[in-house]
């Protein structure tokens, strides 16, 4: 079974870079989960507002690492039926550690709520990252990253995530959380800092 997941952080253009490597490489995509953001408009609000009770943040991110799990199983079903073929996918398992991290420095979850997730998290890991996997880790500047969520966000409720800092922060933790893996990987992980579209599809290709 091949698994071969594009990840990065939020605005690092995973999802083109994704799509413009359909039908190579006898490649499948595995569809896009129907998924809500971490935090709804009024969560953000309030968290900017450092009203951390009002936002059930331990639980939206149990919640999102269940389905993270789900998904992971579904990827590897999906291999399995497709022997010859790489499935390509976004949403990394490894995805829900880096926002435990994040929401943890930046005060929204305590230090007992992020040992648990953190171990639930290891424990679901260990069980569904023993199949054949390999990665590119998308990893644009800041600034990049800043002016593409500017442009794709103008005027949507994701505008909290720049007020709070979780954008900046998020950044900084998938960079933290990838790095610390991609060392544990034997080389089926790597680091696309390139911000080419195309000279990343050709590293991947």
């Known amino acids: ?3 071969l997941y594009i990840t990065g952080s939020h605005s690092s253009r995973k999802s083109i870079l994704q799509k413009s490597l359909k039908g190579c490489c006898n490649s499948i995509l595995f569809p896009r989960q129907s998924r809500k953001e971490l935090f709804s408009e009024e969560e953000y609000e309030s968290l900017s507002k450092n009203k951390q009770n009002k936002v059930a943040v331990f639980k ?19 291999s399995k039926n497709f022997p010859d073929n790489f499935i390509l996918a976004d949403h990394f ?4 550690m880096a926002y435990i991290l994040t929401c943890f420095k930046l005060n929204w979850l305590t230090k007992e709520e992020f040992t648990i997730l953190k171990d639930n998290f290891e424990k ?5 990252a023993k199949f054949d996997c390999y990665g590119f880790f998308l990893q644009p500047s800041m600034e990049k990253v800043e002016k593409i969520f500017t442009m794709k966000n103008v005027g949507s ?4 995530e720049r007020k709070t800092k979780f954008l900046f922060v998020s950044h900084e933790s998938f960079n933290q959380v990838y790095s610390e893996y991609i060392e544990k990987t034997n080389g ?18």
């Open 1 to 3: 079974m091949k698994l």
């Open 157 to 160: 409720s994701r505008f909290w």
């Open 60 to 78: 939206n991110l149990s919640d999102r690492l269940d389905i993270s799990v789900h998904e992971t199983k579904q990827q590897v079903a999906l």
């Open 124 to 128: 679901e890991f260990n069980k569904c």
């Open 93 to 96: 398992l490894l995805d829900c």
């Open 188 to 205: 089926k992980w790597q680091i696309l800092e390139d911000e080419n579209i195309e000279n990343q599809r050709k590293i991947v290709i």
